[in-house]
């Protein structure tokens, strides 16, 4: 089992920053992938950036070169970090776990970030 927990979210200026934290629990997180995706209003969730155990990273071309993902193993924890905010980035932002084996996803409940232009 994985359970995620998203803080980090707020309402932010564009061209501001904001770091999103999730904090994992469970027995999974050091043998899962790991990922952010996000949901605007009206659109479908998208995936923003992954992460895999081993620390390789991918993300999507309209946040390359501003978001940054990175995983704390010691801390079970994984962090976005955004920066560059523009007014599109605005959506909820969900934490996402993948089991290796099985391919279950994990979900945090999500948390808002608002970018103001």
């Known amino acids: 089992q994985l359970q995620l927990v998203e803080s980090g979210g707020g309402l932010v200026q564009a061209g501001g920053s904001l770091r999103l934290s999730c904090a994992a629990s469970?027995?999974?997180?050091?043998?899962?992938?790991m990922a952010w995706y996000r949901q605007a209003p009206g659109k479908q969730r998208e995936l923003v950036a992954t992460?895999?155990?081993?620390?390789?990273?991918n993300y999507a071309d309209s946040v390359k070169g501003r978001f940054t993902i990175s995983r704390d193993n010691a801390k079970n924890t994984v962090y976005l970090q955004m920066n560059s905010l523009k007014a599109e980035d605005t959506a909820v932002y969900y934490c996402?776990?993948?089991?290796?084996?099985?391919?279950?996803?994990?979900w945090g409940q999500g948390t808002q970030v608002t970018v103001s232009s």
């Open positions: 996402n776990g993948r089991h290796p084996l099985t391919k279950v996803n994990y």
């Open positions: 469970g027995t999974l997180f050091s043998i899962a992938a």
């Open positions: 992460i895999t155990t081993g620390g390789s990273t």
